[in-house]
């Protein structure tokens, strides 16, 4: 059965033929192990495309909607994270295999004639590989984006004559970043890069196909060998390496979310993805009027050495044991490049930033209602008004009280006959009168989910009144700073304290000493951790 | 000889299929898992409070306009909905939801005839939701509802009769 249906379809379109053809191409005799890179690349891309398009099923490419529907993903959707994470990380990699595959073909010798025009395409693609890289940097929209583009747009407004013509392309007015940018990022990214980069890697692969494999010189004398079994046997073994190194990625290392993208944060330090930090450091060589050289100079000149290797080396093949120059240049670029890398890196300070994607309702209501949330747990009004479930009484996170507050504070005081007295102050009866009466969607969320230590750590906040002061998710008073993000910006002993004396961490605080007891101080401190900047 | 270059072929050929296999499923799972997936519910409140059951006339349903916040997607939208409210007798209410239960169209009150019409294949509802006429696979849909004192509450979920 199977046979006629495959027989039907070679009587009418020949792709039985086409794949024995492409399967039983001949390969030299030496062809083996190190020529398997060139495969794994392109399955990188298929992987990035297919992993591309299933974000873009749930991604809206406007900055803001951008950014809350990467968190939706990543939080809400069943494997979303996951996708994303293939998508990230398959980018990194795939460049990995990519400038393997040219440091491979540098080695060989394999660009010389005639295979030059395959040489040249390939360092397009390699070119696209990057920009791929850099256009996709922006979308998530968060600060990491929006800080590590501007950089990027800045550095190409440096360009001599073609400066600010490049700048108006990427819509974008003196350097600055906004929604014009953002689309035609997006536009280069999903709309121009991919079918280009198709077209070129069947480009790449026929110019392959029509030259061969590269030979090495005592192919001559060797029978040819058959492309299948036994080379795909080992591109598809290398391929799944690469799999298994990208899925493990992918489920075990998560892709961060920063903040969102905020042109007045100036608390964030932009860095550029790893595989450009090699550019970032060399701007810091170059200094002044100088800049130019390390930012665009030197780069350009990069490419175009690339570019030109085919006809700077034009001597006849040689053993790989005998390309001396080839591996020497290649381990100063090795080591140039890895120089700079690390140097980054140990001049990098270690990123405090929340991962937004995994942020909880309750980090994220005023300290108000996650302290009532407490109340109501302290005085075990859940034994009856079970949260989620029916009880004795109404579940209150699917009804909203319609009693006063009047018969609610009595309620609280005395809620069944006989019962215990209540254990809450007048002040915190009244506070969980207000929630009752009034609760967001996030709180309602909080309620069932918010750890215990945190809202301990609320009631504490309440019971000492910082926020006569302090500012902490919307409310509270402007005397004092606002304390969202304290556990970015500081480490838990400066927290810890800076309580018992303001005025040593802080000169001229005007906070009074805040003596707490052991219990109380992990409390605070570890609340006031958890809640992110705005 | 020819036999063992047989059996290592047969071995190359069953290890590219097999590891080639376990790509494709192993890149297969998790997308079919992030299309098909149900997105995590947020919790949110559930009842709003529409009407005023004293107010409401007996046996003649009323369009009644309410908003209510909804999770779509990333966004959390306050919107205008409607609903259908009917006092059956003093102590009965039922919310019809708006959408008729055969393609979903916007049906309305047709006074003349007391009957509930839908514009699109003519499918007739009485004021109880018993279909009398047309396509209309079950009677209306109703609302969740819960009355407290006089104030009319409708919840998001639905029944189907």
């Known amino acids: 059965m199977l046979r006629r249906v495959i027989d039907w379809l070679e009587e009418r379109t020949g792709v039985e033929t086409a794949l024995h053809h492409f399967l039983y ?3 030299p005799a030496s062809a083996g192990w190190h020529q398997v890179l060139g495969s794994v690349a392109l399955f990188a891309l298929l992987t990035q495309i297919v992993t591309g398009i299933l974000l873009a099923f749930n991604y809206a490419p406007v900055p803001g909607e951008a950014y809350s529907s990467i968190k939706y993903i990543m939080a809400d959707l069943t494997a979303g994270s996951i996708i994303r994470g293939l998508h990230h990380w398959g980018a990194s990699i795939m460049i990995i295999v990519v400038v393997l595959h040219m440091i491979q073909v540098f080695i060989w010798g394999a660009y010389k004639k005639p295979r030059e025009m395959n040489w040249l395409v390939g360092c397009v693609l390699l070119l696209m590989t990057l920009v791929f890289g850099l256009s996709g940097y922006l979308l ?4 990491r984006a929006y800080w590590g583009t501007t950089v990027t747009t800045q550095i190409m407004s440096q360009a001599p004559v073609a400066g600010p013509y490049l700048l108006r392309l990427l819509g974008s007015e003196g350097g600055s970043i906004g929604v014009v940018t953002f689309v035609r990022f997006y536009a280069a990214h999903v709309l121009i890069l991919p079918p280009l980069m198709m077209l070129l890697a069947v480009f790449h692969l026929y110019l392959l196909r029509r030259h061969g494999v590269t030979p090495v010189p005592r192919d001559a004398h060797l029978p040819k060998k058959k492309f299948f079994p036994q080379q795909v046997f080992k591109d598809t073994v290398a391929t799944f390496v690469w799999f298994c190194v990208l899925v493990g990625m992918a489920i075990m290392v998560r892709v961060p979310l920063g903040h969102v993208a905020d042109p007045t944060d100036t608390s964030f ?4 993805e790893w595989y450009f930090l090699f550019l970032f450091q060399i701007l810091k060589i170059f200094e002044g009027p100088l800049e130019i050289v390390g930012s665009l100079v030197l780069p350009n000149l990069a490419i175009i050495f690339l570019f030109l290797v085919p006809f700077l080396d034009r001597g006849k093949m040689m053993k790989v044991q005998q390309r001396t120059g080839a591996v020497i240049v290649v381990l100063l670029a090795a080591l140039t490049w ?20 995994l942020v909880q309702p309750w980090q994220q209501i005023p300290v108000e209602e996650l302290a009532a949330i407490g109340y109501f747990r302290k005085d075990n009004c859940g034994s009856c008004h079970v949260t989620g479930k029916a009880g004795a009484g109404p579940d209150l996170t699917q009804i909203v009280t319609t009693r006063p507050t009047d018969w609610l504070l009595d309620h609280f005081k005395q ?10 102050t007048a002040l915190q009866m009244r506070g969980l009168a207000i929630f009752m009466a009034k ?23 309440q019971g000492n009144q910082c926020g006569v002061c302090h500012q902490l998710n919307g409310t509270g008073g402007q005397l004092g700073p606002s304390l969202n993000g304290e556990g970015e910006r500081r480490a838990r002993a400066w927290l810890e304290g800076h309580f018992a004396e303001p005025t040593k961490f802080a000169p001229g605080s005007k906070m009074p000493p805040y003596k707490f007891n052991a219990q109380d101080l992990e409390r605070i401190t570890s609340y006031l951790m958890a809640i992110p900047k705005e | 000889m020819d036999r063992e270059k047989t059996t290592r072929r047969g071995f190359y050929e069953f290890l590219i299929q097999g590891l080639g296999g376990i790509i494709g499923v192993g890149l297969a799972i998790p997308g079919v898992a992030y299309l098909l997936g149900t997105p995590k519910q947020r919790k949110k409140s559930d009842w709003v409070q529409a009407a005023d059951v004293a107010q409401l006339p007996l046996q003649v349903p009323q369009e009644v ?5 909804r999770v779509d997607g990333w966004r959390v939208v306050n919107e205008k909905t409607t609903a259908w409210v009917v006092k059956m007798d003093p102590q009965t209410v039922v919310a019809y939801s708006p959408s008729c239960t055969h393609l979903g169209c916007a049906y309305h009150w047709d006074d003349p005839s007391k009957n509930f019409i839908c514009p699109c294949h003519t499918s007739a509802f009485s004021v109880d939701g018993k279909v009398l006429a047309g396509p209309a696979p079950r009677p209306l849909d109703r609302f969740v509802i819960r009355i407290d004192g006089s104030k009319l509450f409708i919840g998001s979920q639905i029944q189907k009769t």
């Open chain 1, 439 to 461: 609760r967001s969607d996030p709180a309602l969320d909080a309620w069932t989910n918010a750890p215990e230590s945190a809202v301990a750590g609320a009631i504490v906040y």
């Open chain 1, 338 to 357: 890895g120089g700079l890398t690390a140097r980054a890196v140990a001049t990098t300070p270690p990123s405090v930033e929340t991962d937004m994607s």
């Open chain 1, 140 to 143: 998530p929209w968060d600060n």
């Open chain 1, 415 to 424: 809620p069944v006959p006989n019962a215990a007295p209540s254990q809450l």
């Open chain 2, 65 to 69: 306009v309410y908003h209510r916040t």
């Open chain 1, 269 to 272: 330090i932009p860095r550029p």
């Open chain 1, 25 to 27: 191409e001949d390969v």
